[in-house]
């Protein structure tokens, strides 16, 4: 069973350097750097150390320490305003409807299909690997292999019409980007 500690509500984010309403989702400590978790969770907090397997490694880098959040339904911090949706000249992204469209025909598109076409669009032109597609797409939780960004592009290549298809290219050996048509 892990280690758990629960937060009372007079821990307040106001101890907290920084400015009201941003949150701080990760920082670089010292080896002997010694950090009160504390002051850095909404009050009402619950944390916990998250599992080894779900933390990056680097090579050559002592292990990663990394913490679960867990906040009541009730005391979650306001929704930070919607993205503006997405309009390359090909493809059109609407983050708060989530939906997409290739010249104006709506595609059905999975979860994680919506999530990595939107990431490619708001990309244009950049190499993105299969490991950095997985970590932010999939996020770090995800348990799978490069494999899984190749299935899910090949889908993505299907939905999008044969005329389309070719704006997400393949970079062998290397990974995936968007790269929408020159003469639109």
Known sequence: MATTRSLSSSATLASSPQPTGVRQHLRAVDRDEVIDVAAL????????????HSLPALPGQPPMVGYLVLVPADRQPPLVPAAEPVDDPLVSIDPVRRTAAVDGREL???????????HLVA????VHTRDQLV???WGYGH????RTVDVHIARLRRKLGAEHRDTIRTIRRVGYKYAPPAGR
């Not at 990309?123 to 950049?126: G, I, T």
């Not at 348990?143 to 490069?146: H, L, N, P, Q």
């Open 41 to 52: 969770l909404p009050p009402g907090a619950t944390w916990l150390p998250a599992p080894q």
């Open 135 to 137: 970590t932010t797409v």
């Open 123 to 126: 990309h244009p032109h950049r």
């Open 143 to 146: 348990v799978g292999d490069g």
């Open 108 to 118: 059905d598109l999975t979860y994680l299909e919506f999530e990595l076409l939107a």
